[in-house]
């Protein structure tokens, strides 16, 4: 059973150009989370998905990041017109649910993708 | 709001002694907490989910606690070895299950 793939690995950017991450969650798993490590700092969260559906965007750039979770293929982050500022690990992790207190919430990781903005 | 803070940033300890990594968070209303390790230019591997309903949970030779009314979880590593070298973080879980980690314990094993 494959765990939460992400990619690419490594991605690099010029400034003002777009960057699109990919992850695809544990099979079985329809609740997909993004978290953002900046160098040096602590890991936020970002966005919280689910199929065809965004729950919780609360932690998102305003301007020039989206995400989406379709129906078919994997989760999409996507920032336009990239900036040095954007450069970082992304994370995804993904569950079966959020249930309160339930073992089905417990979060699986990916491997991350880095992103540098020259 | 949820603050989430670990305690000591960083630690060194011989091989062989016990590890204990404390993890601290303001608003005891969560749902679950997880620990991770984390190792260089690496993803999260999740070590334990403890339940909000829980008061501790044991996988080999890590056991974790966490006191809700407190605000306060710890983990213990016992017997550490080289290999258990890497930043530890904890992160509460609210009922959407978006997590709040904290900075993390980076924790050395010398030989």
């Known amino acids: 059973n494959a765990g939460v793939m992400q990619n690419p690995r490594h991605l690099v950017r010029r400034r003002g150009q777009e960057a699109r991450l990919r992850c695809s969650p544990m099979?079985?798993?329809?609740?997909v989370y993004w978290y953002r490590q900046l160098p040096e700092e602590g890991l936020k969260f970002m966005v919280y998905?689910?199929?065809?559906?965004?729950?919780?965007e609360s932690g998102m750039p305003k301007e020039r990041f989206s995400a989406e979770f379709p129906k078919e293929g994997p989760s999409i982050l996507r920032i336009q017109q990239v900036v040095r500022g954007d450069s970082a690990a992304y994370f995804c992790?993904?569950?079966?649910?959020?249930?309160?207190?339930?073992?089905?919430?417990?979060?699986?990781f990916g491997p991350g993708t880095r992103l540098t903005v020259l | 709001k949820q603050e989430v803070t670990q305690i000591p940033a960083a630690l060194s300890v011989p091989e062989g002694e016990n590890l204990v990594l404390n993890c601290s968070f303001t608003?005891?209303?969560?749902?679950?907490l997880q620990w991770f390790r984390q190792d260089p230019g690496k993803g999260l591997t999740s070590l334990l989910l403890?339940?909000?309903?829980?008061r501790e949970q044991t996988s080999g030779r890590l056991n974790a606690s966490l006191d809700k009314s407190s605000g306060r979880s710890t983990l213990y590593i016992a017997a550490s070895q080289p290999g258990d070298s890497a930043t530890y973080l904890c992160?509460?879980?609210?009922?959407?299950?978006?997590?709040?980690f904290g900075a993390g314990t980076q924790v050395v094993v010398t030989p």
């Open positions: 992790a993904s569950s079966l649910a959020p249930l309160a207190g339930a073992p089905e919430g417990e979060q699986f």
């Open positions: 099979k079985g798993h329809s609740h």
């Open positions: 998905l689910q199929k065809e559906n965004i729950i919780d």
């Open positions: 608003d005891s209303a969560i749902y679950n």
């Open positions: 403890i339940q909000s309903s829980q």
């Open positions: 992160a509460v879980g609210d009922s959407w299950g978006k997590l709040q």
